[in-house]
């Protein structure tokens, strides 16, 4: 489904796009940031993605990148990050790792985007039909994909027992776990990083998870 919108795309007037600059990226507050990747994604759900000149906004940003958010999703292939929210080459740093679980070097690179680079928001954002979340269920061992599946049981745990069967054939139940799960990396971000967490209360930042559907291409938010 998601291919059907790239495929038929239909786009907005290029004048409203273009590489962010160090002016327009202090001017955003968090909240406003959070109000783009929503549009951005019911732009991409809707099929009306806009216009822009990748190569001209590569050679704008040569010399320097203002980002607006920084995401951690999923490796997954159904879900590339600056595509379903709409954004261009310099908009997001997109950090992508099996089940988006968050570990201290994506920590140390969030703190990078946001206390260095300027970067508004941080999203962690899971998906549906994830197959790390269903390798976790099912206790998956495979070389260091073990561990990393590990970080994800907890989530499991969290789910309430009216959900069943719980098992990765029940979809139900995986994407309960997929929320869970980000949930859990959300205050794992929060409690990891005392940088994050005080500009967050200090309302320069806002840390939030999100769900995408990779059947509607549309994400839902998790404040």
Avoid: W
């Amino acid at each position: 489904m998601v291919g059907a919108f790239l495929l038929l795309a239909t786009s907005l007037p290029a004048a409203e796009t273009g590489p962010r600059t160090k002016e327009k990226q202090a001017a955003l507050t968090p909240e406003r940031v959070l109000e783009k990747l929503k549009a951005g994604n019911e732009r991409f759900a809707q099929n009306q993605r806009r216009d822009r000149n990748h190569l001209h906004d590569v050679d704008f940003t040569a010399k320097g990148q203002y980002p607006i958010a920084a995401i951690v999703g999923c490796m997954d292939s159904r879900a590339p990050l600056a595509l379903i929210f709409d954004q261009g080459v310099g908009d997001l740093f997109a950090i992508g790792i099996a089940g988006n679980v968050v570990n201290r070097d994506i920590i140390g690179s969030l703190e990078y985007a946001c206390k260095v680079a300027g970067a508004k928001v941080v999203l962690v954002l899971g998906h549906t039909e994830c197959g790390a979340v269903k390798g976790a269920i099912d206790h998956v061992e495979l070389g260091s994909l073990t561990g990393l599946l590990e970080k994800i049981d907890p989530a499991i745990d969290e789910v309430p027992d009216s959900i069943q069967p719980r098992t990765s054939k029940n979809y139900a139940f995986v994407d309960a776990v997929a929320a869970a799960n980000v949930h859990r990396m959300v205050a794992q971000v929060r409690e990891d990083s005392g940088i994050l967490a005080r500009m967050e209360k200090g309302g320069s930042i806002k840390i939030v998870g999100g769900l995408y559907d990779v059947a509607t291409g549309r994400v839902t938010f998790i404040d």
